[in-house]
């Protein structure tokens, strides 16, 4: 992420999350209705480029992973809302998701956090698309190297006592473990019972040799972009960290229960590959 250039991570996941809506078969393991809208005209093409999932299998396979983390948070969301009365959701390093903009949920505040640059260009996006900002969606803009997250949320209204939902897709890898453990930190003081949802990776030396090339070619790519895979984890030492952060995994998914639960019997070639990619549901204990 540099200072004055929206994030090209935020971009891709965006074309990913496009791509599912245009390529992929019914029903949609992730409908936003908003996708393909936000990018306008100048990305469009670049989402009816998406490879054939059948000829491209690992490039589905990422498309996959991107989507199921998005539904599941939303999913997430949606449970907190109906069973625990869940008001406020946190999109942290919201970069070009919708959710916001297509809040179903009159009641729930949605605050995205981002770096000002990224959020900046995501405005003017919005702005070019022709979407509203409804009154739910507040913006907060977050220079993690000098401003304080606890005290930019507080100053946008949000209320650390209340139960929370928080989203935070696809940042977790390229955090060092300081800030890592400093954002956690941030959200176990909202209400206990309060969630969060991330994505991390297992380190290389845990996965099969196949897919330590994998993650080599892929760590290459977004070293080049700017923004290097930095922060690992194994399901075991995940847990104690969460412990040791005053909050407890509730569940962390793997390829295998991520395709239980979204992808199985699909028979347009979108699924999940590998071991390296998990989502954990973590929570704020009492």
Not at 104 to 121: L, S
Not at 163 to 171: D, E, R
Not at 185 to 204: H, I, K, M, N, T
């Amino acid at each position: 992420m540099h200072e004055v250039n929206p994030s090209r991570t935020a971009l891709r996941v965006a074309l990913r999350r496009a791509a599912h809506q245009v390529h992929d078969a019914h029903p949609r393991v992730f409908d936003d209705p908003l996708a393909v809208r936000i990018l306008g005209d100048e990305h469009i093409l670049e989402v009816h480029k998406t490879p054939d999932s059948e000829k491209r299998p690992y490039s589905a396979a990422l498309r996959s992973f991107m989507v199921a983390r998005a539904r599941l948070a939303e999913d997430t969301l949606a449970a907190g809302v109906r069973d625990r009365g869940v008001k406020q959701y946190i999109v942290l390093g919201a970069g070009l998701d919708t959710f916001a903009y297509r809040n179903p949920y009159p009641g729930v505040q949605v605050f995205e956090v981002d770096h000002p640059a990224t959020q900046a260009w995501k405005l003017e996006m919005l702005k070019g698309a022709g979407i509203a900002v409804p009154e739910t969606a507040v913006h907060v803009p977050v220079n993690f190297e000098v401003d304080s997250l606890r005290a930019k949320l507080q100053g946008a209204g949000f209320l650390f006592g209340e139960p929370t939902v928080t989203a935070w897709l696809g940042v977790v890898p390229y955090l060092t473990r300081e800030a890592f453990d400093a954002t956690m930190r941030v959200l176990a003081r909202c209400a206990a019972g309060s969630e969060v949802v991330f994505d991390y990776s297992q380190p290389r030396e845990a996965l099969p040799h196949v897919e330590q090339l994998m993650l080599d070619s892929l760590g290459a790519r977004v070293a080049l972009a700017g923004e290097p895979f930095q922060l690992f984890f194994t399901p075991a030492q995940l847990a104690e960290e969460m412990e040791w952060l005053a909050m407890r995994v509730v569940e962390d998914f793997d390829s295998a229960k991520l395709t239980e639960r979204y992808f199985k019997g699909r028979q347009d070639g979108l699924g999940l590959r590998g071991q390296a990619a998990h989502i954990c549901v973590a929570e704020v204990r009492e």
